[in-house]
């Protein structure tokens, strides 16, 4: 299987991965937030009125209110219940007190309360449209699909531009298999909020079941560019299978890093695979092989844009020159992002600025270093193992680990590690090995 099919898949789970939890909508692992998750301001039943020289001291239940708000707010949404029973007990037609009480019993999981608090308080205030956006998330979280759309049209025919209710009513119909209809709503949202790039995210993800690749891209591209890291990672693998855009697995390789670095799991799973390819370890097709190790040639060659004002005097490496120039903390990160996209020089470095530091600027054993040579370690790259070897044989920054650092080398094939191997045997044998960690 090549390289274009492989991360062509991607896109055929879509379908899998858009589904809904208890408490919240969770699209491809992106958490979207129960609408109006922030308290509005304090309220009674009516507008408030306009400012007078000397407004009227808040009631008893009006303070309880703002006191759960700022409970809620930080996530205590047992005690902002309580607050809010009580503030009910004063002042049983607070309505905004009651429509948090359905956010607070929301936010615990009872949906079947919140439900039936907000049911309530829409039945006798129809007008309360921040109160039927609070029930229409319960029944969503619910999925009570049919009974959520009622609700979301009713707000959105008495207030037509709130994002929000278009936002929630693109998730209803799409799990409804409006497919259509949940295009438009999110077009509706980017509408009156260009910048909701949760929305153009999906509006990607959906157009792109909808078979109308280049548009899918277009609204990835503008989410990725925004920092978006899904969109990041899915736009890579467009490019990488050459879905709507151009392929190009330089690109690819770019945008899985961006969306590494927001912790979008599934990048990092695949920039491995290419790694994999790259070094002949993987089960891919081998003549895959020599464009993949371009690709991260040229992907590195393009690091050196982010550094305009560095001479590069025909060096590979920007890590390298940045560190000759006395650049130690820009240094750092480039060189790991060099050495994950397989350059060797970067990798020598980072072992040696690990060991020694730089007096200074950077202390010896530094944390980030660690954590790279740990995951490409465990990804089984040869240099990295047999550098975290030493590390552990030595207790360089960690606690000292024979144990570990012997079973890095057996399983290590190379002359390197072999002799390291050696020399930690006989250390292991003068003396104990320290329990493993």
Do not use: C
């Amino acid at each position: 299987m090549g390289i274009r099919a492989i991360f062509g898949d991607v896109f055929d789970r879509i379908p899998e991965l858009l589904v809904s939890g208890v408490g919240s909508l969770v699209v491809l692992g992106a958490s979207i937030a129960p609408v109006a998750a922030q308290p509005p301001a304090v309220s009674g039943t009516t507008a408030a009125a306009p400012d007078t020289a000397e407004s009227p001291p808040p009631t008893v239940a009006q303070t309880l209110l703002a006191r759960a708000q700022e409970l809620i707010a930080r996530g205590d949404m047992a005690g902002a219940t309580t607050a809010l029973r009580e503030a009910l007990r004063l002042e049983p037609d607070l309505v905004q007190a009651r429509s948090n009480l359905g956010l607070a019993l929301y936010g615990m999981g009872d949906l079947d309360g919140a439900i039936e608090e907000l049911r309530g308080l829409v039945r006798r205030h129809p007008h309360a449209l921040q109160a039927r956006l609070h029930l229409a998330s319960a029944l969503m979280a619910k999925q009570e699909w049919t009974a959520a759309r009622a609700e979301l049209e009713e707000v959105l025919r008495r207030q037509p531009d709130l994002a929000q209710a278009h936002y929630s009513l693109a998730v209803v119909r799409y799990t409804r298999g409006d497919l259509p209809g949940a295009i438009d709503a999110y077009r509706a949202v980017l509408a009156r909020d260009p910048q909701h790039h949760d929305a153009r995210y999906n509006l990607g993800l959906m157009l792109k079941l909808a078979h109308r690749d280049a548009g899918a891209a277009t609204e990835l591209l503008v989410a990725a560019q925004a920092g978006h890291a899904r969109a990041q990672y899915f736009l890579g693998a467009a490019h990488a299978g050459g879905l709507g855009v151009e392929r190009s697995l330089v690109r690819a390789i770019g945008w899985w890093f961006a969306a590494a670095d927001g912790g979008v799991t599934q990048a990092e799973e695949a920039l491995a695979q290419l790694r994999q390819v790259a070094t002949g370890k993987g089960r891919r097709a081998p003549a895959e092989r020599p464009a993949v190790e371009q690709a991260f040639r040229e992907f590195r060659a393009e690091l050196w844009r982010g550094v305009p004002d560095l001479a590069r005097n025909g060096d590979d490496s920007v890590g390298a020159a940045l560190l000759r120039a006395g650049r130690v903390r820009e240094a750092v990160p480039l060189l790991i992002r060099e050495a994950a996209a397989l350059s060797e020089a970067a990798q020598r470095l980072l072992e040696g600025l690990y060991e020694r530091g730089v007096e200074g600027q950077l202390d010896p054993h530094d944390g980030r270093i660690l954590s790279y040579l740990r995951s490409a370690s465990a990804e089984g790259q040869v240099r990295p193992r047999i550098a975290l070897a030493r590390i552990y044989g030595g207790g360089l920054g960690v606690p000292k680990d024979i144990g570990r650092a012997l079973s890095l080398l057996k399983a290590t094939p190379h002359e390197d590690a072999q002799r390291l191997l050696q020399e930690l045997s006989g250390a292991s044998e003068a003396g104990p090995t320290p329990a493993r960690r």
